[in-house]
């Protein structure tokens, strides 16, 4: 196996840690704990750090080493004020080139999601469902800056669906299919606006619940 190739694997299996919420916001990583359990060196280990810093997921501090990257409220909220905008620009872009095929599979997702019993696993419907509805607008910046905003937020939708009610999970499926509705109508400012006050909302939801973002961990993974 190349180098190359072991680094991406490392960078993966990082990156599901994080996601999954096995390495918390503000833990402190340690190299040698990674290397010993993927019976890898520790070259690769941090070539995985210095791309995951570059995904949003890693703060490296000189001399220090490499910790969890973490929000405080108001970055959160800025991060999802600024995908109220770009956000509903991707997916508007994207009803021009979207098939009937890539609807129809969209669909498939948010059945899938009214069917989860996990927050697990309807966090990872959720976000293949949006970042799947907005690769048809063909904008490889825009969807590198979505996706890093989805990583360095994860934890925080973890913890705001882990509140979420019958009623406010009923809302969120409502307005997945709402977009659904709108892309097979091909109305680009329907969907867009639809998206712009599904994620709006959530930003007025996480600024409710401030609490979220005072017990993060500190401890050492």
């Known amino acids: 196996m ?20 096995e390495f918390a916001p503000g833990s402190k990583i340690s190299q ?19 791309r995951l810093e570059s995904d949003g997921l ?3 501090k000189p001399n ?5 990257a973490k929000l405080d409220l108001q970055e959160c909220l800025e991060i999802y004020k600024i995908r109220e905008r770009v956000e509903p620009l991707a997916l508007s ?8 095929a890539e609807i129809d599979a969209l669909e498939a997702l948010v059945l899938a999601m009214e069917r989860a019993s996990e927050p697990e696993e309807f966090l990872r419907l959720d976000r293949e ?22 990583n360095t937020t994860q934890h925080y939708r973890r913890a705001f669906t882990s509140l979420l009610g019958s ?14 509705d709108a892309l097979r109508r091909r ?20 600024e409710r619940h401030q609490e979220l973002f005072s017990n993060q961990a500190t401890a050492a993974q």
Not at 64 to 68: P, T
Not at 187 to 206: K, M, P, S, V, Y
């Open 58 to 60: 890693v703060v490296l």
């Open 93 to 100: 872009e994207a009803v021009a080139n979207i098939t009937d």
């Open 187 to 206: 109305d680009a400012d329907g969907a867009g606006h639809l998206l712009h006050e599904h994620i709006r909302r959530t930003r007025f939801e996480l």
């Open 64 to 68: 220090c080493g490499a910790w969890v």
């Open 129 to 150: 469902f949006h970042l799947a509805s907005y690769r048809a607008a063909r904008m490889n910046m825009l969807a590198g800056m979505v996706e890093r905003f989805w």
């Open 2 to 21: 190349t180098t190359e190739l072991i680094s991406q694997r490392m960078t993966d299996s990082i990156r599901e840690l994080i996601l999954s919420g």
């Open 32 to 50: 040698e704990a990674l290397a010993s359990r993927f019976g890898a060196s520790r070259i690769p280990v941090r070539e995985a750090l210095n």
């Open 167 to 180: 009623e406010g999970s009923w809302i969120i499926h409502a307005e997945h299919k709402l977009i659904i």
